[in-house]
């Protein structure tokens, strides 16, 4: 069962690569009237194929492991991005806007990319984590970030139609920035599955913050070395500096070589279209109605905030009451599942009160997901807490 659930995991990886040639073809041949042409429909046909397969991904993994399938980072990562998806047919089939799957599958691929970097195997549960709870939190703020996600795609969208890349200013270079982001999670991907290929691995000896010694594997060159870590493996290279023992010095090695090949694949990039990665993009978004993408990604925030906040914050505390007999600590996760809400709720204010619209909300919306995979990103992997994947 477990094998039959990667295959069709598989498949909606393919089938969501197939849909966005087909979205591709579909800006190509031109829209009028927000009535998708025919690459336009079969490309929102595939995409719901595609989700199906991932669907059936999700229910067979749950009943192989006899609970909800968020439960490391593997998991999380291919939910996470299946929501996305599901936000994505949602808009599609209300607003038509064929750009917004070009955008929006090529990140849920990148999410189940890099979901595959991680094990994969499926593992009993921990005490803490048995519980209903597990199945109501996690999947409801996947849920919510996902949907919060489709809004940081209409944001780039909106600000790569509407930022004059003829000219050098700090919204260019700011632009610039969040494809170089993008870039660098393409690289996560192309250097880990390189290193796996050559089957790279490196033990250590290191002392964890509890003062305990414990044996951790590499399988990137070590950068940044465990705590007091110890190099067990011949031939292997020294990293060139060891980490605090907060700090989960394998993931930050993995955020160091992410980094490392996002910015090489960006510099050719550069090179070879001697252009803005931004500006490569202008001319398949020249067409679009910039109203019509501002209320997309504000349609998204206005959906996904209160799903979110069910999931990060409600039904959050009512859990770490169940599990740690406290409605709140200042577990990093909790921490940053605040910081969130919190920009959001000032997103929303900004909003309707100020009226923030257009470019302004794009940034906003840009931002807030640059916070929602600080704590995906930064806090599961490096920063050692109650909620972080240390394991995965």
Same mark, same amino acid.
């Given at each position: 069962?477990?094998?039959?659930?990667?295959?069709? +995991?598989?498949?909606?990886?393919?089938?969501?690569?197939?849909?966005?040639?087909?979205?591709? =073809?579909?800006?190509?041949?031109?829209?009028?009237?927000?009535?998708?042409?025919?690459?336009?429909?079969?490309?929102?046909?595939?995409?719901?194929?595609?989700?199906?397969?991932?669907?059936?991904? @999700?229910?067979?993994?749950?009943?192989?492991?006899?609970?909800?399938?968020?439960?490391?980072?593997?998991?999380?990562?291919?939910?996470? =991005?299946?929501?996305?998806?599901?936000?994505?047919?949602?808009?599609?089939?209300?607003?038509?806007?064929?750009?917004?799957?070009? @955008?929006?599958?090529?990140?849920?691929?990148?999410?189940?990319?890099?979901?595959?970097?991680?094990?994969?195997?499926?593992?009993?549960?921990?005490?803490?984590?048995?519980?209903?709870?597990?199945?109501?939190?996690?999947?409801?703020?996947?849920?919510?970030?996902?949907?919060?996600?489709?809004?940081?795609?209409?944001?780039?969208?909106? +600000?790569?139609?509407?930022?004059?890349?003829?000219?050098?200013? +700090?919204?260019? @270079?700011?632009?610039?920035?969040?494809?170089?982001?993008?870039?660098?999670?393409?690289?996560?991907?192309?250097?880990?599955?390189?290193?796996?290929?050559?089957?790279?691995?490196?033990?250590?000896?290191?002392?964890?913050?509890?003062?305990?010694?414990?044996?951790?594997?590499?399988?990137?060159?070590?950068?940044?070395?465990?705590?007091?870590?110890?190099?067990?493996?011949?031939?292997?290279?020294?990293?060139?500096?060891?980490?605090?023992?907060?700090?989960?010095?394998?993931?930050?090695?993995?955020?160091?070589?992410?980094?490392?090949?996002?910015?090489?694949?960006?510099?050719?990039?550069?090179?070879?279209?001697?252009?803005?990665?931004?500006?490569?993009?202008?001319?398949?978004?020249?067409?679009?109605?910039?109203?019509?993408?501002?209320?997309?990604?504000?349609?998204?925030?206005?959906?996904?905030?209160?799903?979110?906040?069910?999931?990060?914050?409600?039904?959050?505390?009512?859990?770490?009451?169940?599990?740690?007999?406290?409605?709140?600590?200042?577990?990093?996760?909790?921490?940053?599942?605040?910081?969130?809400?919190?920009?959001?709720?000032?997103?929303?204010?900004?909003?309707?009160?100020?009226?923030?619209?257009?470019?302004?909300?794009?940034?906003?919306?840009?931002?807030?997901?640059?916070?929602?995979? @600080?704590?995906?990103?930064?806090?599961?992997?490096?920063?050692?807490? +109650?909620?972080?994947?240390?394991?995965?």
């Amino acid at each position: 069962m477990v094998k039959w659930s990667g295959n069709l +995991l598989y498949a909606a990886f393919v089938l969501y690569l197939v849909a966005t040639l087909l979205f591709g =073809g579909a800006i190509k041949q031109g829209q009028k009237d927000r009535k998708p042409n025919k690459w336009g429909k079969l490309g929102f046909i595939v995409t719901i194929i595609g989700f199906i397969a991932q669907l059936g991904y @999700f229910i067979l993994r749950w009943i192989a492991s006899g609970h909800a399938p968020v439960s490391n980072l593997f998991e999380y990562a291919t939910f996470f =991005g299946m929501m996305l998806v599901a936000a994505f047919i949602v808009l599609y089939s209300i607003y038509k806007v064929a750009a917004l799957g070009l @955008f929006a599958l090529p990140i849920a691929i990148v999410m189940i990319a890099y979901a595959s970097m991680f094990p994969k195997d499926i593992s009993p549960l921990i005490p803490a984590l048995q519980s209903d709870w597990l199945h109501i939190h996690v999947t409801t703020t996947a849920a919510g970030q996902g949907i919060l996600a489709l809004s940081f795609i209409a944001g780039v969208i909106y +600000l790569v139609k509407n930022i004059d890349q003829s000219t050098r200013n +700090l919204r260019t @270079f700011f632009l610039e920035v969040i494809m170089y982001s993008i870039i660098t999670v393409v690289g996560f991907v192309f250097v880990t599955m390189t290193f796996n290929f050559m089957n790279y691995e490196v033990s250590f000896d290191f002392v964890t913050k509890d003062g305990q010694q414990q044996v951790v594997e590499y399988t990137l060159p070590a950068i940044a070395g465990p705590h007091e870590g110890v190099i067990q493996t011949k031939d292997r290279m020294e990293p060139f500096f060891n980490v605090p023992a907060f700090i989960n010095g394998k993931k930050l090695n993995t955020v160091i070589w992410s980094i490392f090949a996002g910015t090489i694949l960006y510099i050719l990039i550069r090179l070879i279209a001697r252009k803005r990665v931004a500006a490569i993009f202008q001319p398949l978004v020249k067409n679009l109605n910039s109203d019509l993408i501002d209320e997309i990604s504000y349609r998204s925030v206005l959906i996904g905030f209160p799903i979110f906040t069910l999931g990060g914050l409600i039904f959050a505390m009512i859990w770490a009451q169940i599990a740690w007999t406290r409605f709140w600590g200042w577990d990093p996760k909790e921490v940053w599942a605040l910081i969130t809400w919190l920009f959001y709720a000032a997103f929303l204010h900004l909003r309707l009160s100020k009226g923030w619209h257009g470019e302004k909300s794009a940034w906003l919306a840009v931002i807030g997901f640059a916070i929602i995979m @600080f704590n995906f990103v930064a806090v599961n992997l490096v920063i050692a807490g +109650l909620h972080s994947y240390v394991s995965s």
